[in-house]
Each structure stands twice: as structure tokens, then as C-alpha cells.
């Protein structure tokens, strides 16, 4: 089974301030990881993903995450926010050792970000 | 330019009634996702289909059927025996790696959602 859980319903930041959202999962085996944004009354856009090497991850808008095996975390940083940073974030996982199953998601509960002046 | 488009944005259901939520992807994927989001739960997956003409049960399949007949349209339809449909709901599409036939490293485009709530 595969499961991902995001322990924070909401995160508040100032704009300037370096930002992390956490998500911690797990997995029978290796993971794919994603994290996506969504705005009031859109769908999801995605940021960025880990499938393997490097544990640090680059994506959109400034964004990265930083892919932990110890500890089956997978926190999506940013060294600076802005006001416009303030969303709906999802975090996602896929059990790399599951068959079939069409790239089954497994999507966390979001987290709120907001980011005042 | 390529993506998924949902349909209406708005809908609404009497008692009884089965609605058709559509959802059209001009990117060429194969594989199409329903999704429904409830404030709180995140996304729970309804139905999946790799190929036309072929689609799978989600975790919440129950007063849900889709169809495939075409490999850009993967409409919903929620019955009557769906008792809590109210709900926001997301149709999302991913590319195959056709030479490793191994999807699941990619990410999945999602649409801009159907709004459904009950009269």
C-alpha cells in the first residue's frame, strides 16, 4: 500500500521568508514523488517530482524539494515566498514496486499556504 | 494549445437524476483519471483508463460509470445512487513512455474541474 500524509493543514509565512510544506510517506518500495499547486476553483499544476538521483529537486517558480529515504520525507521548500505563492498544496506518491494500477496516485489531505505582507 | 478541458464549470443535480461530466484532452495521453476533492480529503480517485475502450475502478467507484470510446474523451456520469455528490471534481490525463511502457514517473495534467452540487 501506498500512503502520503501532509501533517499541515495550514502554513503561514511572510513574504521574504524562506517557506517548507511537509510530506512524509510511505511505500513498500522505492517512491515516486510529486508535489502540485492549485489555485481557488482550478485544477492541480504541477511543480515537481523525484524518480531517483539527486535528492534535491528543482521545479517551477522557484520551488524545490528535498527527497529524505531515511526519514520517507519529501518537504517542498522555497528560500523566499511571495504573496502570490499562496495556494493549495498537494503532495503524491507512487509505489515504484506496485504493477499495473495506470500510475495510481496516492494524493495527500493539502496544505494551505498563506503568505502575508 | 494542448490540454484538458472540463465541462460545464457549474453543474447542478435534482434528486434522482444522473449527470454527464465531460472532460476532453487534446495531448495525445493514454491513460485518463476521474478524481473527486472534498475540502480537507484531498483527491480520492473514482475511475482510471490506460486505453480506449478499457478503464479500471477507483478507491470510490460506487454511483460512478465512465466510458472510453475515444482516446481524447473520458466522460463521468454520476447516478442517482451516488447519495453525496457534492463535490469537486478533476478529470487528469498522463503521457506513456512508450519505449519502457512505464508511465508512472510521469507527472499527470489535471483540468480545471466541475463544480457539482445538489438542488
Known amino acids: 500500500a501506498q500512503s502520503v500524509a501532509q501533517p499541515e493543514d495550514q502554513v503561514n509565512v511572510a513574504e521574504g521568508n524562506p517557506l517548507t510544506v511537509k510530506c512524509t510517506y510511505s511505500v513498500s518500495g522505492n517512491p515516486y514523488l510529486f508535489w502540485y499547486v492549485q489555485y481557488p476553483n482550478r485544477g492541480l499544476q504541477f511543480l515537481l517530482k523525484?524518480?531517483?538521483?539527486?535528492?534535491l529537486v528543482k521545479g517551477s517558480y522557484g520551488f524545490e524539494a528535498e527527497f529524505n529515504k531515511s526519514q520517507t520525507s519529501f518537504h517542498l521548500k522555497k528560500p523566499s515566498a511571495l504573496v502570490s505563492d499562496s495556494a493549495l498544496y498537494f503532495c503524491a506518491v507512487r509505489d515504484i514496486g506496485l504493477t499495473g494500477g495506470g500510475n495510481k496516485l496516492t494524493f495527500g489531505t493539502g496544505t494551505q499556504l498563506k503568505v502575508e505582507l | 494549445d494542448g490540454g484538458i478541458t472540463q465541462s460545464p464549470k457549474y453543474l447542478f443535480r435534482k434528486e434522482g437524476q444522473n449527470v454527464t461530466l465531460s472532460c476532453e484532452q487534446n495531448?495525445?495521453?493514454?491513460?485518463m483519471y476521474w478524481y473527486r476533492q472534498d475540502p480537507g480529503q484531498g483527491l480520492r480517485l473514482i475511475y482510471y483508463s490506460q486505453i480506449v475502450n478499457d478503464f479500471q475502478k477507483g478507491d470510490i467507484a460506487e454511483g460512478y460509470s465512465v466510458s472510453r470510446e475515444k482516446k481524447e474523451s473520458f466522460p463521468l456520469t454520476v447516478t442517482s445512487a451516488q447519495k453525496n455528490p457534492t463535490a469537486f471534481y478533476l478529470c487528469?490525463?498522463?503521457?506513456?513512455?512508450?519505449?519502457?511502457?512505464?508511465?508512472?514517473?510521469?507527472?499527470?495534467?489535471f483540468g480545471d474541474g466541475t463544480r457539482l452540487s445538489i438542488l
Open positions: 487528469a490525463s498522463t503521457p506513456v513512455d512508450r519505449l519502457v511502457s512505464d508511465y508512472s514517473n510521469q507527472p499527470q495534467h
Open positions: 495531448l495525445n495521453h493514454d491513460a
Open positions: 523525484y524518480i531517483t538521483g539527486d535528492n
